[in-house]
């Protein structure tokens, strides 16, 4: 199976990473015991500019978590079908070929779930099988693109979506200075990706196989703390050093399995969870020749996106920098579990 098209939506709002940064710093006043540590820390997210839900003003007028839940569906709707007609016209697909919907989020929730109300609102076939998950955060993206092969693997005829909504700002808690949020603050942005996985035919990548990797005992080093105050961000500066320690081998032990190994890949599609990650990821892998740009260059220009963000840098691959054919790639996200993805690509 190929993946057949991607595509993107965001909303109106964009805000630069110096704009952003003022205004929290307004906004927490005295609460900062040091200014001068939000400006270091934001300055150094290798962030540019970041989409968000709404305006500054917008974010000071919810007062519970109901609230902006409520908000995250009101634009995760016009998102989430905005990124699907998106990813169908570059597939030269109409909505009645979507047969299966599997979508991810870590930043709302609803009963029934963005999927089910997408599927009313925009028409689509009443036995579409739908699959919604939470709880995956950053790896979201490449989980729901192995799921989407399988079930494409399982029906080779059929064609399914994938759809990631991410409005990370709807999750920051504008009373809590800790570190964890604000260098969550200077991170996240908000948008909406989708991706199409069908049959053979096509020009995108052919999906060849995929490996999950769990992390016993490594719980806390990314997710929610989840309280009558929303989502809390649980960030460890553990991560980078685990992913030191483990990656090259997870990888190799992959690429082995197929009788291949790194310098047989020449695309990698990775999700740009912030510098030290991308860093580490590239001390791991040993990666000395920019191989990792598009992430870097996502990253400053969407900040990161939760699950959404290795979709976005697939995008930017398929549309702008696309390997000849031929070449091996490896989509590869971690979040929490903590866990990674691996998904093993031919272009």
Same mark, same amino acid.
């Given at each position: ?126 036995? &579409?099988?739908? +699959?919604?998950? *939470? =709880?995956? !955060?950053? %790896?979201?993206?490449?989980? $729901? ?36 949020? &604000?260098?969550? +603050?200077?991170? *996240? =942005?908000? !948008?909406? %990706?989708?991706?199409?996985? $069908? ?149």
């Amino acid at each position: 199976m190929r993946i057949a098209s991607v595509a993107s939506a965001f909303p109106p709002n964009v805000y630069t990473q110096q704009e952003i940064t003022n205004a929290l710093k307004e906004r927490w006043g005295d609460k900062l015991a040091k200014p001068e540590v939000l400006d270091r820390l934001h300055a150094n997210c290798g962030v540019r500019k970041r989409h968000l839900s709404f305006t500054f003003d917008r974010y000071l007028q919810f007062k519970t978590w109901g609230e902006s839940n409520r908000a995250w569906l009101e634009v995760a709707q016009d998102l989430g079908e905005q990124a699907i007609d998106g990813a169908l016209k570059r597939a030269d697909l109409t909505r009645a070929d979507l047969n299966a919907i599997f979508f991810v989020s870590i930043t709302g929730v609803a009963s029934p779930s963005l999927d089910a109300k997408l599927v009313n609102r925009m028409g689509l076939r009443s036995d &579409i099988k739908r +699959t919604p998950i *939470f =709880g995956l !955060g950053c %790896v979201g993206g490449a989980i $729901g693109l192995t799921r989407a092969a399988d079930y494409v693997r399982a029906y080779p005829n059929e064609n399914a979506v994938l759809l990631s909504v991410e409005l990370c700002s709807l999750t920051i808690q504008l009373g809590d200075v800790a570190m964890p949020n &604000i260098i969550a +603050t200077g991170l *996240f =942005g908000d !948008g909406a %990706v989708a991706t199409i996985v $069908g049959p053979q035919a096509g020009t995108g990548p052919e999906i060849l196989a995929s490996k999950s990797v769990f992390y016993p005992e490594t719980e806390d080093i990314m997710g929610w703390d989840v309280s009558e105050k929303g989502f809390g961000i649980i960030l460890s500066a553990r991560l980078p050093d685990l992913i030191r320690a483990r990656l090259r081998s997870d990888v190799d032990s992959f690429l082995a399995s197929h009788k291949l190994s790194r310098s047989d890949l020449g695309s990698f599609v990775l999700h740009p969870g912030g510098p030290k990650i991308l860093q580490a990821v590239e001390e791991a892998l040993e990666l000395k020749n920019c191989e990792l740009a598009p992430s870097w260059d996502c990253l400053a220009r969407y900040g990161n996106l939760s699950s959404g963000s290795v979709l976005i840098v697939l995008e930017e691959v398929m549309q702008r920098r696309r390997p000849v054919p031929g070449t091996l790639g490896l989509v590869m996200a971690m979040g929490p579990g903590f866990c990674s993805e691996m998904v093993l690509i031919r272009w």
